[in-house]
């Protein structure tokens, strides 16, 4: 994993990246620019690591709440009026989705709103939303069949929330060496394993977290 620096290459290293994005991973490693570069490429791979599982739970996630909304309302469960009066937001990201998709030259075809849909807009619908209305609305006769039997909202809701954050974080090549990484893997494996049971062996048996979180050249706990 570790690599020879010349002064030259150092200096192109961090021209490159800037001086301030390498700022936290140098106060990490005490000042030490090689050893920052270091953690730098260690973050890196290890957030390429986190993104097939983060992958699975978005699809598996997406679609079983899909399924269970198409069971609920009528089909698309995205253009019933009884779907849409829950909460004008929801209804005006839908639209957005939609116009997308038109200005694109593509199809309005289920598939392709589910799958444009962000994961911030599946996680939003498993909050209680306005006055709690999601609650009564689309967890209680919905959303909760698409997990397993005894699955509490709020605990589904406070792991997505978790991943979520981290998930963004990953997507703009921010640090997460200073995150506990076993916890937020866990709530990955979590939501996959109320989502879809069974799943998390296949996606434990593939995944490279594990490994990259013993082989960091730092401890990746540390904090910023």
Same mark, same amino acid.
């Given at each position: 994993?570790f690599?020879?620096?010349?002064?030259?290459l150092?200096?192109d290293?961090?021209?490159? @990246?800037?001086?301030?994005?390498?700022?936290a991973y140098?106060?990490?490693?005490?000042g030490d620019?090689?050893?920052?570069?270091?953690?730098y490429?260690w973050?890196?791979? &290890?957030?390429?690591?986190f993104?097939?599982?983060?992958?699975?739970?978005?699809?598996?996630?997406?679609?079983?709440?899909? !399924?269970e909304?198409s069971?609920t309302?009528?089909?698309?469960?995205?253009?019933d009026?009884?779907?849409?009066?829950i909460d004008a937001?929801?209804?005006g990201?839908?639209?957005?989705?939609?116009q997308? @998709?038109?200005?694109?030259g593509?199809?309005? &075809?289920?598939?392709?709103?589910?799958?444009? @849909?962000? @994961?911030?807009? *599946?996680?939003n619908?498993?909050?209680p939303?306005?006055?709690?209305s999601y609650?009564?609305?689309?967890w209680?006769?919905a959303?909760s069949?698409?997990?397993r039997?005894?699955?509490?909202?709020a605990?589904v809701?406070g792991h997505?929330d978790r991943?979520l954050?981290? !998930?963004n974080?990953?997507a703009?090549?921010?640090?997460?060496?200073s995150?506990?990484?076993t916890?937020?893997?866990?709530?990955?494996? *979590?939501v996959?394993?109320?989502?879809?049971p069974?799943?998390?062996? *296949?996606v434990?048996h593939?995944?490279?977290?594990?490994?990259?979180i013993?082989?960091?050249?730092?401890p990746?706990?540390?904090?910023?």
């Amino acid at each position: 994993m570790f690599f020879t620096y010349s002064p030259q290459l150092r200096q192109d290293i961090e021209d490159a @990246l800037s001086a301030d994005r390498l700022t936290a991973y140098r106060n990490a490693a005490g000042g030490d620019l090689e050893r920052a570069i270091d953690l730098y490429v260690w973050n890196a791979g &290890t957030a390429a690591a986190f993104f097939g599982p983060i992958g699975v739970l978005e699809i598996t996630l997406r679609n079983a709440l899909d !399924r269970e909304l198409s069971r609920t309302f009528r089909s698309p469960w995205f253009d019933d009026p009884a779907f849409l009066r829950i909460d004008a937001n929801v209804a005006g990201r839908v639209r957005k989705i939609k116009q997308k @998709l038109v200005d694109r030259g593509a199809a309005v &075809t289920q598939p392709r709103v589910v799958a444009e @849909l962000s @994961l911030g807009f *599946w996680v939003n619908l498993l909050r209680p939303g306005p006055r709690g209305s999601y609650v009564h609305a689309l967890w209680g006769p919905a959303l909760s069949k698409a997990f397993r039997p005894g699955t509490r909202r709020a605990t589904v809701a406070g792991h997505l929330d978790r991943v979520l954050r981290f !998930r963004n974080r990953v997507a703009h090549h921010e640090p997460i060496f200073s995150r506990d990484l076993t916890v937020h893997y866990a709530s990955i494996l *979590w939501v996959i394993e109320q989502a879809a049971p069974g799943l998390v062996p *296949w996606v434990e048996h593939h995944a490279r977290v594990p490994s990259c979180i013993t082989d960091g050249p730092t401890p990746p706990r540390l904090r910023l």
